[in-house]
């Protein structure tokens, strides 16, 4: 049964995942190892928490975070200018027909997490939660 967009109503197939975890970890040694010729990202530390494939393969989102900062977004532009030279890098580790072209986008996830936590702490949730029913 397929979604929108030739999306499966149960989800990505195992192979999606499978892909997708090898791209991930093929993009995670490119950043850790390369030097990129573009300014922006010198001395920059990029980390793939992610990366979801397309059903047909030839798209992958990529979602990356900075350690200890949250200012990926600056860099997209950036990571839009190497990802001919990344997808290059995956056609050469990767035994694939096709190899997705990559797209990026900010993982929040963390910093989403960390709004909740504060918000829980918060006096008055915390009031809520200690105060007993009648």
Not at 15 to 25: D, N, P
Not at 38 to 43: F, G, M, Q, T, V
Request: glycine share 4%; aromatic share 4%.
């Amino acid at each position: 049964m397929k979604g929108p967009a030739g999306v499966s109503a149960h989800g990505p197939s195992t192979r999606q995942l499978r892909v997708a975890e090898e791209v991930r970890r093929v993009l995670a040694e490119l950043f850790a190892r390369t030097e990129f010729r573009d300014p922006e990202l010198l001395d920059v530390r990029i980390t793939v928490t992610e990366v979801r494939i397309s059903p047909d393969f030839r798209h992958a989102t990529a979602f990356v975070t900075r350690l200890g900062r949250s200012d990926v977004e600056v860099l997209l532009p950036a990571l839009k200018r190497v990802a001919p030279f990344l997808r290059t890098g995956l056609s050469k580790a990767l035994n694939l027909r096709t190899v997705p072209e990559i797209h990026f986008q900010p993982d929040t996830a963390l910093d989403n997490a960390m709004e909740l936590d504060e918000i829980m702490r918060s006096p008055e949730v915390q009031r809520d939660l200690n105060s007993k029913p009648e």
